[in-house]
């Protein structure tokens, strides 16, 4: 069994920055990605990193803006979030991949975490 916990959610004003943990207690040569859910929305895909941090994937609405990045000696993933918007509002989620590569697919990820609520005021 793989947990996962994530932390350092909150509340910021337009612009601000914030970053986000999370602890895993999975094998480490898996992909990482991070997901969110806006309100009223599907869970939508927002940045992935391969085993070994040699390939990386960003959504569009968030590339330029968020860096993902982990330290595998640590066991754990980040989320760099700089320059938020308000439709940057949302729970976030960390998950554990199936495959060691960086993928989009949600269906590639078989752990999740209970997410972290950011929210972003104008």
């Known amino acids: 069994q793989v947990n996962l916990v994530e932390s350092g959610g909150g509340s910021v004003q337009a612009g601000g920055s914030l970053r986000l943990t999370c602890a895993d207690s999975g094998p480490t040569r898996f992909v990482m990605g991070w997901f969110r859910q806006p309100p009223g929305k599907e869970r939508e895909f927002v940045a992935s990193?391969?085993?070994?941090?040699?390939?990386?994937y960003y959504a569009d609405s968030v590339k330029g803006r968020f860096t993902i990045s982990r330290d595998n000696a640590k066991n754990m993933v980040f989320l760099q979030m700089d320059n938020l918007r308000p439709e940057d509002t949302a729970v976030y989620y960390c998950?554990?991949?199936?495959?060691?590569?960086?993928?989009?697919?949600?269906?590639?990820?078989?752990?999740w975490g209970q997410g972290t609520q950011v929210t972003v005021s104008s």
């Open positions: 990193i391969s085993g070994s941090s040699s390939s990386k």
């Open positions: 998950a554990h991949g199936t495959i060691i590569g960086a993928t989009t697919d949600h269906g590639l990820y078989k752990y």
